[in-house]
Nanobody
Framework: QVQLVESGGGLVQAGGSLRLSCAASGSIFSINAMGWYRQAPGKQRELVAKITKGGSTDYVDSVKGRFTISRDNAKNTVYLQMNSLKPEDTAVYYC?????????????WGQGTQVTVSS
């Protein structure tokens, strides 16, 4: 099992910045990719950014150039630096991790942290 604990959400004005953190614990040795998803009211959960154990990253188009995902493997923590925030970035942000064990993929989620961007 893997436990994910997020922190860093809050209320910010448009144009501001926030940094989300997600600390993993438990069976962390086999974690592969970690990432951030978000879900706004009435919308489906969407992938925001992800990073593999090797450091390869991927972003949804709407955050490219504004958000940066990074990972500290020694601390088993993934970060999401969010700059130039827009009201449409308002959502609950969820940390996600996956691991492969004997050919089976397991997926884990954090409890979510609210990000609210005021106009």
């Amino acid at each position: 099992q893997v436990q994910l604990v997020e922190s860093g959400g809050g209320l910010v004005q448009a144009g501001g910045s926030l940094r989300l953190s997600c600390a993993a614990s438990g069976s962390i040795f086999s974690i592969n990719a970690m990432g951030w998803y978000r879900q706004a009211p009435g919308k489906q959960r969407e992938l925001v950014a992800k990073i593999t154990k090797g450091g390869s990253t991927d972003y949804v188009d709407s955050v490219k150039g504004r958000f940066t995902i990074s990972r500290d493997n020694a601390k088993n923590t993934v970060y999401l630096q969010m700059n130039s925030l827009k009201p449409e970035d308002t959502a609950v942000y969820y940390c996600n991790a996956d691991r492969w064990v004997i050919g089976i993929r397991y997926e884990y989620w954090g409890q979510g942290t609210q990000v609210t961007v005021s106009s």
